[in-house]
């Protein structure tokens, strides 16, 4: 059980990210000193809106040059801090090589991070952000689960280099991570496991996250003909730097937490969007037939393999967040409010053409 000091500054990895913008923000908004970890701190167009924030907020923010794979380079940022949350990793599902692009800076980049805290004297306390996808692979996993939904006791045991790498790498990950704390006792380790996650992008014209990529797609006309109807769960990113604060400030926080508001469908979710803003833009209402995806799906994404549409397309997705909502006092916002915020953020920063 670890008290934080919260007159000392808190480090953020990965702080240019859509899910630790929203952290960021959260601990500008409550007056901390944010030592913020970016890959390019000389790329301006990447920090904007965290500048901005800042100027609004009573907290200030300080940019540390670090990359996951420069062994050491987290030294500067880490100087001084109890608390770390650990958010960079690649979130990408589009990769050539997926040891490098994906493995390789999740696992050694979260070596890297730990490491630099063994070194530390200050770090208490590392939230590190893990997903949903270190607990499951497909949406059939999530249904066979021993209580038919997943639960922060299960690991994903499915996925692989060649199936599902993203995932693969998140399970590397975290599986790193949690040897690393056991190996200490300096600090202690405490893991969120989001969903998938939607809600208004802070950065959403210069965005990498696949969250993005998603949502802008379900506006943009590419996929206007209809949804593949997979099994989702969503958390809203507002909702998820809620619990990163909570998880690094409550002493009696432990062990892992399914981040998740809402077992939900791909087809929920562009419904709710189409309701409010499908006479304007060209939004799916409807879902691709199965049997039509088997034969088109690889054809038009290479991830998108019969195996993964067999798993995933026209099931259900169960998951139980309890132990996020009595431990650390989650309260989730509806998928509408979600759905339609991340929408209109997109709108706002002129993503999209009207129909
Ligand atoms: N979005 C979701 O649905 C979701 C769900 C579950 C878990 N997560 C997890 O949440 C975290 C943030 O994801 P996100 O959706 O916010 O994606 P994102 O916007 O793409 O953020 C990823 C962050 O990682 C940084 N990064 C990547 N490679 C790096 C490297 N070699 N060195 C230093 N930094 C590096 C990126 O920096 P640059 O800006 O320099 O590229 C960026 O700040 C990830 O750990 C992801 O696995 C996301």
């Given at each position: 059980?670890?008290?934080?000091?919260?007159?000392?500054?808190?480090?953020?990895?990965?702080?240019?990210?859509?899910?630790?913008?929203?952290?960021?923000?959260?601990?500008?908004?409550?007056?901390?000193?944010?030592?913020?970890?970016?890959?390019h701190?000389?790329?301006?167009?990447?920090?904007?809106?965290?500048?901005?924030?800042?100027?609004?907020t009573?907290?200030?923010?300080?940019?540390?040059?670090?990359?996951?794979?420069?062994?050491?380079?987290?030294?500067?940022?880490?100087?001084?801090c109890?608390?770390?949350?650990?958010?960079?990793?690649?979130?990408?599902?589009?990769?050539?090589?997926?040891?490098?692009?994906?493995?390789?800076?999740?696992?050694?980049?979260?070596?890297?991070?730990?490491?630099q805290?063994?070194?530390s004297?200050?770090?208490?306390?590392?939230?590190?952000?893990?997903?949903?996808?270190?607990?499951?692979?497909?949406?059939?996993?999530?249904?066979?689960?021993?209580?038919?939904?997943?639960?922060?006791?299960?690991?994903?045991t499915?996925?692989?280099?060649?199936?599902?790498?993203?995932?693969?790498?998140?399970?590397?990950?975290?599986?790193?991570?949690?040897?690393?704390?056991?190996?200490?006792?300096?600090?202690?380790?405490?893991?969120?496991?989001?969903?998938?996650?939607?809600?208004?992008?802070?950065?959403?014209?210069?965005?990498?996250?696949?969250?993005?990529?998603?949502?802008?797609?379900?506006?943009?006309?590419?996929?206007?003909?209809?949804?593949?109807?997979?099994?989702?769960?969503?958390?809203?990113?507002?909702?998820?730097?809620e619990?990163?604060?909570?998880?690094?400030?409550?002493?009696?926080?432990?062990?892992?937490?399914?981040?998740?508001?809402h077992?939900?469908?791909?087809?929920?979710?562009?419904?709710?969007?189409?309701?409010?803003?499908?006479?304007?833009?060209?939004?799916?209402?409807?879902?691709?037939?199965?049997?039509?995806?088997?034969?088109?799906?690889?054809?038009?994404?290479?991830?998108?393999?019969?195996?993964?549409?067999?798993?995933?397309?026209n099931?259900?997705?169960?998951?139980?967040?309890?132990?996020?909502?009595?431990?650390?006092?989650m309260?989730?916002?509806?998928?509408?409010?979600?759905?339609?915020?991340?929408?209109?953020?997109?709108?706002?920063?002129?993503?999209?053409?009207?129909?």
């Amino acid at each position: 059980m670890k008290t934080i000091d919260k007159t000392k500054p808190v480090m953020v990895t990965g702080a240019t990210g859509y899910v630790a913008g929203w952290i960021v923000k959260k601990l500008l908004d409550e007056g901390f000193t944010v030592h913020a970890a970016v890959r390019h701190p000389e790329k301006k167009e990447k920090l904007v809106h965290l500048d901005r924030i800042a100027q609004s907020t009573p907290g200030t923010i300080k940019y540390f040059k670090a990359d996951l794979m420069v062994d050491g380079s987290y030294a500067e940022a880490m100087e001084g801090c109890e608390l770390v949350f650990h958010t960079a990793s690649p979130f990408t599902l589009d990769v050539k090589d997926p040891q490098k692009q994906l493995i390789e800076p999740a696992v050694n980049g979260t070596r890297n991070v730990l490491d630099q805290a063994n070194k530390s004297t200050s770090v208490k306390r590392v939230v590190d952000t893990s997903s949903c996808a270190a607990i499951y692979s497909d949406a059939i996993d999530t249904v066979n689960a021993p209580k038919g939904h997943i639960t922060e006791e299960l690991w994903n045991t499915t996925s692989s280099l060649k199936y599902q790498p993203y995932s693969y790498s998140k399970t590397l990950a975290e599986k790193e991570a949690w040897k690393m704390a056991k190996a200490q006792d300096q600090w202690d380790l405490v893991v969120i496991n989001p969903s998938f996650v939607m809600g208004p992008a802070l950065n959403a014209t210069v965005a990498t996250s696949e969250s993005v990529s998603i949502m802008k797609q379900l506006g943009d006309g590419s996929l206007k003909m209809g949804v593949p109807n997979m099994g989702f769960g969503v958390i809203d990113v507002r909702d998820l730097a809620e619990a990163h604060f909570n998880a690094g400030f409550k002493p009696e926080a432990e062990g892992r937490h399914i981040i998740s508001a809402h077992n939900s469908t791909m087809l929920q979710m562009a419904q709710i969007i189409h309701t409010k803003f499908g006479d304007t833009y060209p939004i799916p209402n409807k879902a691709l037939p199965k049997w039509l995806l088997m034969i088109v799906g690889p054809l038009a994404n290479k991830s998108f393999t019969r195996d993964f549409i067999r798993n995933n397309v026209n099931i259900p997705w169960k998951a139980d967040n309890a132990k996020s909502r009595e431990k650390l006092g989650m309260n989730y916002r509806p998928l509408e409010e979600t759905m339609n915020d991340s929408f209109q953020a997109l709108i706002d920063a002129e993503m999209f053409i009207k129909k």
